[in-house]
């Protein structure tokens, strides 16, 4: 009995002992062929030159001609992520408190763009921000602006523009589900003592809903960055930003070295971001919070 | 780019596959360009090569726009032949100009076809002789020309330019409303930065013909990116080769360089208004055709030459070339007429006639000097 009942554990651990491994092979397998593979052949390439010598002249070319796009890129992602995540929290707040047909319509209607792809948005941007485009003819007609001199979208501005479109809704989404989950009685406690729906957003909502905001500002911030479609239809003006140097370099030149330099200044700005992710999903998964 | 390979790969095997069942013979086409070329394939030239030869059928594979759609087609061929295997998959192919001098220098992929064919003596373009330097003789038959030139609009602009000379003054006199679409977005901006470069160096023969490459030549260019610099800030960038044309159309600019085909496709379809007219100033401005060639080992090696030898007919050329797609044709104009439509050739050579086309109709550079010419405008047009 006593021999027998050892005997199946043994079994069991053997089988256990295995099993783990063998029910994350095929997942690991995927990740490593069709993510780390790939990661690594790009950073490699990164350094070659010309097939075989490894150097750092992939690097200088890459600053010396794309710097000032490098410096564009940051600034759009820091600064299309703070703005669409700002106006974000304030379209998901609205959603949240306001009881009215008006914020649920506007809620309905902001997931729209989350389904839109970027090229959508991209060429619908041409023609509306288009120096007479129907914004500047629009703002023409009621004598804001001279069609003559219109203001110019097809740069910084425009690109905002496209992303705060697109980003704000999916910000918002994202932050709703985590606002709908906090119970009633604590704005109405707050409010019973006094306090102004501003209070109640930044003293109560944002607090409790933090994590949340910063997930989606990661979010954010790396899809802005390693958009092509958007910058590439609408900016024409240099500086650009570097997923179309990448372009350019591919396809005008052939050479994936620079192209690959240039990926990896994207790997590193978003680096940051996906560790901050990966720490936080990590402690949620274990310590729940 | 390996990935895209095995995608393509993919593609030819399902075409394969799917043909193989019906018995007929399928000639595998595969085609570099926009997206207008696998429409042109597909809906256009296979069904009515099919009406002619009912036992042949065409598979087209689009390798998409640009020298990046001709380098995929490349390292098709090159595995192929790298493969050893008797015969290669892909029939009959469609390439820029720049495929040539890569498929040359690897050698031994294409078959020397052309003098073989019955259009061939319909060829007079230099084009057909030499790409980007590159001696092709016999490996290309030209399907199609395109051109760049400069559309105006003759309500703003009643005089237009005759040479880059005076086209830099009216430029200055009306800021903003010259417009080009820099060199990332599309070719029409990269040929006149080229034709900048023609104009203000003189040296036309050495860069687009003869070579050879000379690194101290890139090097003086410096004060000539530097005034084109200069010249930029009195213009419109554009949003790419389409954005030039919407812009004309709009009336935001009034005058910049397109394409002369997809000029009068905008303008067959109503979106561009119909008063524009084009000019093609001194010393001229790139165009480029697109070939045909042959894979040396293609399966289909008779079927493959005379599918060349229906689209390079002077039939053909009149009814699709000219008339549907508005290229220039790839034979000689002359042959053509009795086939055209006279609005359709009057509308063609209208602005720009058959002389001016030879005089002023370049060629891009050679490949090494195109490519510093892009870097040139990246490094001190664009950057510091």
Request: hydrophobic content about 45%; overall charge positive.
């Amino acid at each position: 009995m006593r021999s027998g009942q050892s005997e199946g554990k043994k079994e069991r651990g053997g089988a256990s002992a295995l099993l783990p491994f063998l029910l994350l092979l095929p997942a690991v397998t995927f990740v490593l062929f069709l993510y780390l593979y790939p990661l690594v052949a790009s950073i490699i390439r990164s350094f070659t030159v010309s097939g075989e010598s490894y150097s750092l002249a992939n690097y200088s070319k890459a600053w010396a001609l794309y710097k000032r796009d490098i410096i564009f890129t940051i600034e759009v992602a820091i600064l299309g992520t703070l703005l669409s995540t700002v106006l974000g929290i304030a379209l998901a707040c609205y959603v949240r408190l306001s009881r009215s047909f008006v914020a649920r319509f506007v809620n309905s209607v902001s997931r729209l763009a989350i389904f839109l792809p970027y090229v959508i948005v991209g060429q619908m941007m041409r023609s509306f921000l288009a120096p007479h485009g129907f914004l500047n003819v629009m703002l023409a007609n009621i004598g804001i602006v001279d069609l003559n001199s219109p203001i110019q979208f097809f740069n910084i501005k425009g690109l905002l523009l496209g992303f705060l479109w697109k980003e704000v809704p999916f910000i918002s989404f994202l932050l709703l589900s985590a606002l709908q989950v906090i119970n009633d009685c604590y704005l109405e406690a707050a409010r019973s003592v006094g306090a102004k729906t501003r209070h109640v957003v930044m003293h109560i909502l944002i607090p409790m809903i933090k994590p949340a905001i910063m997930i989606a500002g990661v979010l954010t911030f790396c899809t802005i960055v390693s958009t092509f479609t958007l910058p590439y239809m609408l900016v024409t003006e240099s500086p650009t930003m570097v997923t179309v140097d990448i372009a350019h370099r591919v396809t005008y030149f052939r050479d994936y070295g620079v192209a690959n330099a240039l990926g990896v200044v994207l790997y590193l700005l978003a680096t940051p971001m996906a560790v901050y992710y990966l720490r936080r999903t990590v402690r949620e998964a274990i310590y729940g919070y | 780019m390996k990935r895209c390979i095995l995608g393509i790969g993919l593609m030819v095997f399902i075409a394969l596959v799917g043909l193989a069942a019906s018995g007929k013979v399928t000639l595998l086409y595969m085609t570099a360009g926009d997206i207008n070329m696998l429409a042109l394939a597909q809906n256009v030239l296979g069904p009515m090569f099919s009406e002619r030869y009912p036992e042949v059928e065409l598979r087209t594979v689009h390798t998409g726009p640009g020298d990046a759609g001709s380098q995929l087609i490349f390292e098709k061929l090159r595995a192929e032949k790298l493969s050893g295997k008797e015969t290669w998959d892909v029939d009959v192919a469609m390439v820029h100009q720049i495929f040539m001098s890569w498929a040359m220098a690897e050698g031994d992929l294409l078959l020397q076809y052309a003098q073989d064919l019955s259009t061939w003596q319909y060829v007079t373009s230099p084009h057909a002789k030499y790409a980007l330097g590159t001696p092709v003789e016999g490996y290309v038959m030209p399907m199609f020309h395109s051109q760049v030139a400069i559309a105006y609009n003759p309500k703003y602009v009643p005089e237009p330019p005759r040479s880059y000379e005076e086209l830099v003054e009216w430029v200055k006199a009306h800021p903003g409303k010259f417009g080009y679409n820099g060199i990332k977005g599309g070719m029409s901006g990269v040929a006149f930065v080229v034709g900048w470069v023609y104009w203000k160096t003189g040296k036309y023969e050495k860069y687009a013909i003869t070579g050879p490459y000379d690194e101290a030549e890139v090097a003086s260019w410096e004060p000539i990116f530097k005034e084109l610099k200069e010249f930029n800030k009195y213009v419109t960038i554009t949003a790419g080769n389409v954005g030039t044309l919407d812009a004309l159309n709009r009336g935001e600019i009034w005058m910049g360089p397109v394409w002369v085909d997809m000029f009068y496709t905008f303008m067959l379809t109503g979106k561009m208004d119909p008063n524009i007219r084009l000019v093609l100033p001194e010393p001229g401005l790139p165009g480029q055709p697109m070939y045909f060639v042959i894979p040396k080992k293609a399966k289909n090696i008779e079927w493959a030459k005379k599918f060349v030898e229906f689209v390079t007919s002077p039939e053909i050329q009149a009814k699709v070339i000219v008339e549907k797609y508005n290229w220039y044709p790839g034979i000689d104009g002359t042959y053509i007429k009795d086939y055209v439509s006279p609005e359709a050739y009057a509308r063609l050579y209208r602005d720009i006639t058959p002389e001016e086309l030879r005089t002023k109709g370049l060629s891009f550079a050679l490949s090494k000097y195109h490519t510093a010419i892009l870097e040139a405008y990246e490094k001190w047009t664009i950057g510091g």
